[in-house]
């Protein structure tokens, strides 16, 4: 079984500036991998980053990074440079195992210009 | 031509109708799934398939009945629903069961 925490409902930064989205887990799996999902208001959903539970170097994609904390079970996003763009819901998940992945409830990001 | 189409993308039906959503992938995916997006809740999943054959029933009631007739299509029958099963649906595809997932636009429901 696994659970996703997210304890930000929401968070509002300037454009420009750097913004820290948080995520905790707990799994069974002993292979996992970890994800950020964006939810932008035209409600698809789209793949911002991926981490394999494997690897200990944090994943990037441009201004956006993670930092993957295995043993306290944390996945936090760091979005740097913010961008008017990047208002959207964030979704972090956890999968690896025999089913589809689990979800957090999501924080809704705002950029403030 | 987007990896996953969902259709219609929006519904309304009264408690007495029979309806279907509708997705399909062109990714060449073999698993897909259907996920339940309510306000202020995770997203729920509701069903797994994996090369056709279903692998997941999260405790999802009856009047909502899946198809998978092939690996690129996939189906959410729809009967006698309550108006709190009123929501978005998404539809999503991984390479496999586990891993990332390509999802469609979503197909908001409306009970009456």
């Known amino acids: 079984a696994q659970t996703v925490t997210q304890s930000q409902p929401e968070m509002s930064v300037q454009e420009a500036e750097t913004v820290t989205l948080s995520c905790t887990y707990d799994?069974?799996?002993?292979?996992?991998?970890l994800f950020w999902y964006k939810q932008p208001p035209s409600r698809q959903m789209i793949l911002v980053i991926r981490q394999e539970a494997y690897k200990q170097q944090n994943a990037t994609e441009n201004r956006f990074s993670v930092n993957f904390q295995k043993a306290a079970k944390s996945f936090s996003l760091k979005i740097s440079d913010s961008q008017l763009g990047d208002a959207a819901m964030y979704f972090c998940?956890?999968?690896?195992?025999?089913?589809?992945?689990?979800f957090g409830k999501g924080t809704h990001l705002i950029i403030q210009p | 031509e987007t990896g996953v189409t969902q259709t219609p993308r929006h519904l309304v039906m009264g408690m007495t109708n029979k309806k279907s959503l509708k997705c399909e992938q062109h990714l060449g995916h073999n698993a897909m799934y259907w996920y339940k997006q309510s306000a202020k809740k995770p997203l729920e999943l509701m069903f797994v398939?994996?090369?056709?054959?279903?692998?997941e029933n999260n405790s999802v009631p009856s009047r909502f009945s899946p198809e998978c007739p092939n690996s690129s299509h996939l189906f959410l029958h729809l009967h006698t629903l309550q108006p709190e099963d009123s929501a978005l649906y998404l539809c999503?595809?991984?390479?496999?069961?586990?891993?990332?997932?390509?999802f469609g636009e979503g197909s908001r429901l409306t009970v009456l």
């Open positions: 799994t069974s799996e002993s292979d996992y991998y």
């Open positions: 998940a956890s999968g690896g195992g025999a089913d589809g992945l689990t």
């Open positions: 398939y994996s090369l056709e054959e279903r692998v």
């Open positions: 999503a595809s991984s390479y496999r069961v586990g891993g990332e997932l390509f």
